[in-house]
């Protein structure tokens, strides 16, 4: 493994999911007294783990078909999407 493209990918996920709504419900379930902390630290970094798993078998599979470079396009275009539809449901 590359260190180099460990540590770009790491900091880039590591920063993305910083305060993101699954963060912020896993801190949520955390100040429950009653909640197992071991168990829902597991629980959470699982979820995390499967759903990482899932992207990176869908994209190694979407890009048999599709360049990366569409593949970017196409995200960008729904991030850009995302934040127009955030910010016109905010005015309202």
Same mark, same amino acid.
Request: net charge positive.
């Given at each position: 493994m590359d260190l180099k493209i460990f540590?770009?990918?790491f900091a880039s996920i590591f920063l993305a999911e910083l305060g993101d709504k699954?963060?912020?419900a896993?801190?949520?379930l955390a100040s429950d007294r009653e909640v197992n902390k &071991?168990?829902?630290f597991v629980a959470a970094a699982s979820a995390l783990v499967l759903a990482t798993f899932m992207a990176v078998v869908a994209g190694s599979f979407i890009s048999r078909w599709i360049s990366p470079? &569409?593949?970017k396009l196409i995200a960008g275009i729904g991030f850009i999407a995302i934040g127009i539809?955030?910010?016109w449901g905010a005015r309202a």
């Amino acid at each position: 493994m590359d260190l180099k493209i460990f540590a770009a990918v790491f900091a880039s996920i590591f920063l993305a999911e910083l305060g993101d709504k699954t963060q912020l419900a896993t801190l949520l379930l955390a100040s429950d007294r009653e909640v197992n902390k &071991v168990g829902l630290f597991v629980a959470a970094a699982s979820a995390l783990v499967l759903a990482t798993f899932m992207a990176v078998v869908a994209g190694s599979f979407i890009s048999r078909w599709i360049s990366p470079q &569409v593949i970017k396009l196409i995200a960008g275009i729904g991030f850009i999407a995302i934040g127009i539809w955030v910010l016109w449901g905010a005015r309202a």
